[in-house]
């Protein structure tokens, strides 16, 4: 069982930034792929990003390529997203989970980004 907690989410206006921080509970984060995925009010859960173990791999969600940047560090047990140039459609409950076999398995509790126009 890993337990995931997610912070810094907040309300931005249209062009500014955030810094989403995803911390385990246990000192084997290395042993997962980590994603984030995003839920906004009234939509399902979509992909945002990804990052492989190492952190030598990401993927990212054709919405937010170029703009938002995953990271981990795996002596803090910690991934980052750095959200940059955010806009009004990326409104929503972010959340982080742990994946094995390219599939979640464990969630955090989310954190909520809004967005003002």
């Known amino acids: 069982q890993v337990q995931l907690v997610e912070s810094g989410g907040g309300l931005v206006q249209t062009g500014g930034s955030l810094r989403l921080s995803c911390v385990a509970s246990r000192r084997t984060l290395s042993t997962y792929a980590m994603g984030w995925f995003r839920q906004a009010p009234g939509k399902d859960r979509e992909f945002v990003a990804r990052?492989?173990?190492?952190?030598?791999?990401?993927e990212y969600a054709d919405s937010v390529k170029g703009r938002f940047t995953i990271s981990r560090d795996n002596t803090e047990n910690t991934v980052y997203l750095q959200m940059n140039s955010l806009k009004p459609e990326d409104t929503a409950v972010y959340y982080c989970?742990?994946?094995?076999?390219?599939?979640?398995?464990?969630w955090g509790q989310g954190t909520q980004v809004t967005v003002s126009s």
């Open positions: 989970a742990a994946e094995l076999s390219n599939q979640p398995r464990y």
């Open positions: 990052i492989s173990r190492s952190g030598g791999t990401t």
